[in-house]
C-alpha cells in the first residue's frame, strides 16, 4: 500500500513543491489547509497538481482538529510546514505567531504521541532562531539568539521536536531551513516582490520597486532543492536536525542586481540609506528606491548556513545556483505577466 504523507501548509510554496515530489515517489498525499472559503491552490494548479494531493481541513490553533485529521487519516509522515511565515509581521502578531508556530507543534506532537508514535514527523525550522548568532557560517552546533517574535517561536518549537524524540522517542527531525525561493515564493518576500517588480516594469506595468534595507544578507537557495532534504531526513538510519542551506550569502542590492539583468536592465546605484536609488542606465529610470516602512525593527547578523552535517549523512545538497535562481523566477514572472 502506498505510504501516507500529511502535509500541513500544503497551499504554501513548499507544500506544493514537497506534494509534488511524494506524488512522484508514489505517496497518497494529504494536504492539511485552514478551512477558508477562499482557499487559493494556484501554487498546486501551477504544478498540475491539484487534483491529486486530497485538501483536508486542518488548524493548528485547535487540538481537537489536528486530532482529529490524524485519527482519521492515519498519516505514515507529517510534514509541518504551516506557519505564520513573514517575519516582519511577526513583531505586529507576536501572540498569534507564537500559538501557530511553536504551540501548534507542541499539538501536532501531543496528538503523534496519543495516537500513533510510530508516525514520523518533520518540522520546518527556520535560520531566523540563529538571530543575534556568535558566528557564521551557522551549523546545527550554532547558539540560537532569535531577534524576531517568529525566530522566538520557531525555536520553540524546534526544541520540542527535539525533546520529543530525545525523551519521547518519536522519529522527529527538525530542518533549520535557510532561506530558499522560487516562482511559487509569496509577494510578501523579498525575492519574489524584486522579481516580480522588474518583470513588471519590463512588460511596461511597473513603475518602480520599493524595498527596505538593501544591505541585509541572505543564503538564498532553490525551494524544491529543498523539499527533497525534508524527505530524506525522515528516511534516515536515525532521526536528527540539519542545516539546509547553500553555504553562500547575497545582499539584497545583489540580488536586485541580477533580477534586474535578467529581466533586460542594467542597474547603478547613486546615494545612501534611505535616500539610495537604483537606476537603469540604458534608460536613464529610477527602478528601485528605499522606503523605511520595509526596514526591520530588528536583523539577524548576516545569516549564512552551513550544510555539511546534511551533505555528509543524508547526501543531499543544493543543486540549483544563485544565478540561475534569480534567472528562473524573473524568466517565470515575465511569462505570467505576458501571458
Ligand atoms: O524575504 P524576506 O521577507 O525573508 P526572511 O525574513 O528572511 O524570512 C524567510 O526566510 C526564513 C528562513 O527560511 C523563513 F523562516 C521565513 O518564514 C521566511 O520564509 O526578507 C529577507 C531580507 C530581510 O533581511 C529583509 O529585511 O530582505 C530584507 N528586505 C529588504 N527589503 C525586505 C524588503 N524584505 C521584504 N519582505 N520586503 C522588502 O521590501
Redesign the pocket.
Given at each position: 500500500m502506498a505510504r501516507r504523507a500529511l502535509i500541513t501548509g500544503v497551499t504554501g510554496q513548499d507544500g506544493a513543491y514537497l506534494s509534488r515530489l511524494l506524488l512522484e515517489k508514489g505517496y497518497d498525499v494529504v494536504g492539511g489547509s485552514r478551512a477558508s472559503p477562499a482557499r487559493d491552490l494556484w501554487r498546486l494548479k501551477a504544478l498540475g497538481i491539484d487534483r491529486d494531493v486530497r485538501i483536508v481541513d486542518l488548524e493548528l490553533l485547535d487540538s481537537r482538529s489536528i486530532v482529529s485529521v490524524i485519527e482519521r487519516e492515519r498519516p505514515d509522515e507529517i510534514y509541518n510546514l504551516a506557519?505564520q511565515?513573514?517575519?516582519?509581521s511577526s513583531f505586529h502578531l507576536p501572540v498569534l505567531t507564537g500559538d501557530a508556530d511553536a504551540l501548534g507543534v507542541a499539538r501536532i506532537l501531543e496528538a503523534i504521541t496519543g495516537i500513533d508514535p510510530s508516525i514520523r514527523f518533520y518540522q520546518a525550522s527556520?535560520?531566523?532562531m540563529f538571530g543575534d548568532a556568535p558566528a557564521a557560517p551557522q551549523s546545527e552546533g550554532t547558539p540560537f539568539r532569535p531577534r524576531s517574535p517568529?525566530g522566538a517561536a520557531?525555536l520553540y518549537a524546534h526544541w520540542m521536536t527535539v525533546n520529543a524524540r530525545n525523551a519521547g522517542g518519536l522519529f522527529a527531525c527538525s530542518g533549520i531551513?535557510?532561506?530558499?525561493e522560487s516562482p511559487l515564493r509569496g509577494l510578501?518576500?523579498?525575492?519574489r516582490?524584486i522579481t516580480h517588480g522588474f518583470a513588471r516594469i519590463a512588460v511596461g506595468r511597473g513603475d518602480g520597486i520599493?524595498?527596505?534595507?538593501?544591505d541585509?544578507t541572505?543564503d538564498w537557495g532553490s525551494a524544491p532543492d529543498y523539499v527533497e532534504a525534508m524527505w530524506r531526513m525522515l528516511h534516515a538510519k536515525r532521526p536528527d536536525d540539519y542545516v539546509l542551506a547553500t553555504g553562500q550569502s547575497h545582499s539584497?542590492r545583489s540580488f536586485c542586481k541580477a533580477a534586474a539583468q535578467a529581466a533586460g536592465f542594467d542597474l547603478t546605484w547613486h546615494g545612501s540609506g534611505t535616500d539610495e536609488v537604483a537606476v537603469d542606465a540604458k534608460t536613464g529610470r529610477v527602478v528601485v528606491r528605499v522606503n523605511e516602512k520595509?526596514?526591520?525593527p530588528n536583523?539577524p547578523i548576516p545569516l549564512v548556513g552551513d550544510p555539511t552535517k546534511a551533505r555528509r549523512e543524508l547526501g543531499w545538497q543544493p543543486r540549483m545556483s544563485f544565478e540561475d535562481l534569480v534567472r528562473t523566477m524573473v524568466e517565470e514572472d515575465l511569462r505570467r505577466l505576458r501571458r
Open positions: 506557519a511565515s513573514v517575519v516582519s527556520s535560520s531566523e517568529y520557531k531551513v535557510f532561506n530558499h510578501e518576500f523579498v525575492t516582490k520599493e524595498l527596505g534595507n538593501l541585509a541572505r539584497v520595509f526596514y526591520r536583523e
